[in-house]
């Protein structure tokens, strides 16, 4: 996506400071850019956060807000404020009851799913696996042996059970991807729903539940994927008439409309996964488990420096300028909701008691 003229931004985030300071109405800026210099300043103030805190959640709270903002822009502009730092109010609470979810631990089986034709080598999960006493299954193209289509098939069958087991189980997908499959393996989101649902054993009277699963997507446009996988689960649960209790954790190591990248040596390791093997693996001392909250706060901080460079004054870092966009990945994580959930941000938004709304939400 071609970035947008920069003069273009700085007019439009002077236009909506001035209409939130004057109460002249704006509607809802459709680019991050405009949102984060004219409404984030405003936003941040209302909100009890670091600096460091506000800029690992502004991006989630601006794709809320955008997902709804025909329905922001119907109240005035005090009432919109109030309802964007509610929605902050409401990612944060959500953060903090995922965030000791365990993603790597004690009898937590890890299912890894690795590009054929790359020197990445079971071992980038074996290892860390063994390190906190989970459980590694491993699949990867033999060439002399094995077909793309029988490898695909043998994850998708791994990935069945954990859905059915009902045992704590975490997914890791390295190597390529776009919005529509793990490209890799030829796997598209729908089958990937389907595997889960039909995994789970759901019938009309036993709901659909995949909260024990933990998804991760290190490849091109996983959000994208996982975004589309959310959706489908719910459309295909909709459709066949069962209910869906909850949906799996989703963790991208790439932002929307993002790619991924890599580093190549002897061996290809994407930047996300070499970051968590070096955060909760190379690093002493080692946590008991490694938990959602670390991917969302020092996962995600370590990536932050991709593309981007610190500004140090004294002995402090103090913000950070950018130096190559197409180096920023940002990753993000996707927590499932529940009913109770749902009704709050109707409530939040103004929205009818029956108004569809996604069963996950984008955490940071």
């Given at each position: 996506m071609p970035r947008p003229c920069l003069l273009h931004i700085r007019c439009l985030s002077l236009c909506l400071i001035a209409c939130w300071t004057t109460g002249a109405r704006a509607?809802?800026?459709?680019?991050?850019?405009?949102?984060?210099?004219?409404?984030?300043?405003a936003i941040s103030a209302r909100l009890d956060v670091t600096p460091k805190h506000y800029r690992q959640i502004e991006p989630s709270l601006f794709h809320l807000c955008l997902d709804h903002a025909d329905q922001l822009d119907?109240?005035?502009d005090h009432e919109r404020l109030d309802a964007i730092v509610k929605l902050a109010e409401f990612i944060d609470r959500k953060r903090d009851a995922a965030g000791d979810a365990i993603?790597?631990?004690?009898?937590?089986?890890?299912?890894?799913?690795?590009?054929?034709?790359?020197?990445?080598?079971?071992?980038?999960?074996?290892?860390?696996?063994?390190?906190y006493g989970a459980r590694p299954t491993v699949f990867k193209q033999d060439a002399a042996t094995e077909s793309i289509r029988q490898v695909a098939d043998d994850f998708l069958a791994s990935v069945g059970k954990a859905a059915a087991d009902g045992t704590p189980a975490t997914v890791v997908v390295l190597g390529h991807g776009s919005p529509e499959e793990i490209q890799s393996y030829s796997i598209p989101f729908g089958r990937l729903a389907d595997t889960l649902i039909n995994g789970s054993g759901a019938t009309a009277e036993k709901p659909v539940d995949l909260g024990h699963l933990v998804l991760i997507c290190d490849d091109c446009y996983s959000a994208d994927f996982l975004i589309n996988l959310g959706t489908t689960i719910e459309s295909r649960c909709h459709d066949r008439s069962l209910t869906l209790e909850s949906l799996p954790v989703m963790i991208a190591g790439t932002n929307r409309d993002r790619v991924g990248h890599a580093d190549f040596g002897e061996k290809f390791v994407p930047h996300f996964w070499k970051d968590v093997i070096e955060l909760f693996y190379v690093r002493r001392p080692r946590p008991?488990?490694?938990?959602?909250?670390?991917?969302?706060?020092?996962?995600?901080?370590?990536?932050?420096?991709?593309?981007?460079?610190?500004?140090?004054?004294?002995?402090?870092?103090t913000g950070y300028r950018l130096v190559d966009p197409t180096l920023c990945q940002d990753p993000v994580i996707f927590v499932p909701l529940s009913d109770a959930d749902l009704a709050e941000l109707r409530t939040i938004l103004g929205l009818p008691a029956d108004s569809t709304l996604p069963r996950f939400l984008d955490i940071g």
């Open positions: 509607d809802f800026p459709a680019d991050f850019d405009a949102f984060h210099s004219g409404l984030s300043p119907m109240l005035s993603v790597i631990g004690t009898d937590r089986s890890m299912i890894g799913l690795l590009d054929p034709a790359r020197g990445l080598e079971p071992k980038e999960i074996t290892t860390i696996a063994a390190s008991d488990a490694v938990t959602l909250r670390d991917f969302f706060e020092k996962v995600d901080n370590m990536m932050y420096g991709y593309g981007r460079a610190p500004i140090v004054q004294g002995s402090q870092v």
